[in-house]
């Protein structure tokens, strides 16, 4: 099986973890930032989920109205951002972008935060990843969907 | 006999001096804000301000009650003595410098107050009383120095934030966000200690400085006060640990 580096022709995995959970308007400026600095490939974040109604407890269902869950636009994608930012993962094509990456998230970041390089996405499919998908063909999204999600993403066979 | 003054924790470290007074009943604790008794319902969620405490029917004098000698013994708490329903209230505190940790509430709670039922978990801590009782502690508890508006938070339900990073503007990590920074500085309540939404915001004041959060803390912190620093109290911990595992607090086995 390729493993998804292979594909992407890149090595090189960034970990960003700011000091303190982020939200929306930081995380759509950091990651706006990022997104358009040559040489990023892929990125995906996490961070402690923000329902969108009160999943259990007397108040089951209540709607929460979190203004941190909102839509974000990222390098001209829009989506709905459900989570207060903990941890960046870059995924980088090209050595130089590092440095690149580091001195922009010194102006940028509203706080401290520790950068390291390392091995952060998963190569290959796992076998939940096929029970909820099937075969995924584009290995791109490997380590970008959310297991535990109950979303149905349309990136496999399923 | 020798006269044995009360330590209540050991250590000589500023944090065991907090601990210490938080337990000792003799000490007052310092009133930091003034939280009025119909926000305090209004956060708990058990009645509506100003309703009435509902309790047992026929009124309690009215009721033949078999004799009892305990009864005679001990002086009622008011919850007990209008006989009020049990009610609870529930505090998370945050690892990072909360002046109170759920451990030392509970502790504290044995100390000060009578007639309740404390239960102790990682993140949160719950007391559970008679209606009446409980509103006054929840209000002892906001008002003093127990609580930090952005470190504390009153939670029914959905307790997970004490162990996770600060948000941006400094408080705790909650899910329901029940509590909101507002533009002049302080900390309010938006929702009720499970969640609802409330009608009114109630303030709870500002947020202390990192100074005088260390200086307040009951925790102990690698970058803050460690507790390998107080020498009396790693001694106190191996004590308990190893009568624990040598004979489950049976020590006459």
């Given at each position: 099986m390729t493993n998804s580096t292979e594909i992407t022709g890149s090595t090189i995995q960034v970990e960003i973890i700011p000091q303190r959970l982020l939200g929306a308007d930081s995380t759509e400026r950091i990651l706006d930032t990022l997104s358009e600095i040559g040489g990023v490939t892929r990125i995906a974040i996490q961070g402690p989920r923000l329902p969108y109604t009160i999943p259990?407890?007397?108040a089951k269902g209540v709607p929460v109205n979190n203004p941190d869950r909102r839509e974000i636009t990222v390098g001209g994608i829009v989506f709905e951002l459900k989570i207060n930012l903990g941890r960046i993962l870059l995924e980088l094509g090209d050595k130089d972008a590092f440095g690149t990456i580091k001195e922009t998230l010194n102006e940028i970041m509203p706080c401290r935060f520790s950068i390291k390089r390392g091995k952060f996405f998963?190569?290959?499919?796992?076998?939940?990843?096929?029970?909820?998908?099937?075969v995924i063909k584009d290995k791109r999204v490997l380590g970008l969907v959310d297991p535990r999600s109950n979303e149905i993403y349309e990136l496999g066979s399923k | 006999m020798a006269e044995y003054k009360k330590q209540y924790y050991p250590g000589k470290s500023k944090i065991s001096e907090n601990r210490k007074n938080l337990l000792d009943p003799e000490y007052e604790l310092e009133k930091q804000r003034e939280v009025s008794d119909e926000d305090v319902a209004l956060i708990l969620g058990h009645r509506a301000p100003g309703e009435a405490y509902k309790s047992v029917h026929p009124p309690l004098e009215e009721m033949q009650e078999p004799d009892c000698p305990i009864r005679e013994l001990v002086e009622p708490t008011e919850g007990a003595k209008a006989g009020d329903r049990v009610r609870y209230t529930q505090f998370t505190d945050s690892m990072y410098f909360a002046p109170a940790t759920p451990y030392v509430r509970a502790w504290m709670m044995h100390n000060r107050y009578r007639g309740v039922d404390t239960g102790t978990l990682s993140g949160r801590w719950i007391v559970e009383a008679r209606e009446r009782d409980v509103e006054q502690m929840t209000k002892d508890l906001l008002e003093s120095e127990v609580y930090e508006p952005a470190l504390c938070s009153m939670r029914g339900a959905t307790v997970h934030g004490h162990s996770l990073r600060l948000l941006e503007n400094g408080l705790m990590f909650d899910m329901l966000r029940r509590t909101e920074l507002g533009e002049d500085g302080n900390?309010?309540?938006?929702?009720?200690?499970?969640?609802?939404?409330?009608?009114?915001k109630i303030s709870v004041g500002k947020p202390l400085t990192e100074d005088e959060r260390k200086e307040k803390t009951t925790i102990f912190?690698?970058?803050?006060?460690?507790?390998?620093?107080?020498?009396e109290v790693v001694q106190f911990v191996q004590r308990i640990h190893r009568s624990r595992?040598?004979?489950?607090?049976?020590?006459?086995?």
């Open positions: 259990y407890g007397p998963k190569e290959r499919m796992t076998t939940s990843d096929y029970a909820k998908y099937g | 900390v309010y309540y938006v929702k009720n200690q499970i969640g609802e939404p409330l009608d009114k912190r690698k970058d803050g006060i460690g507790i390998r620093s107080d020498e595992s040598m004979a489950g607090y049976q020590l006459k086995i």
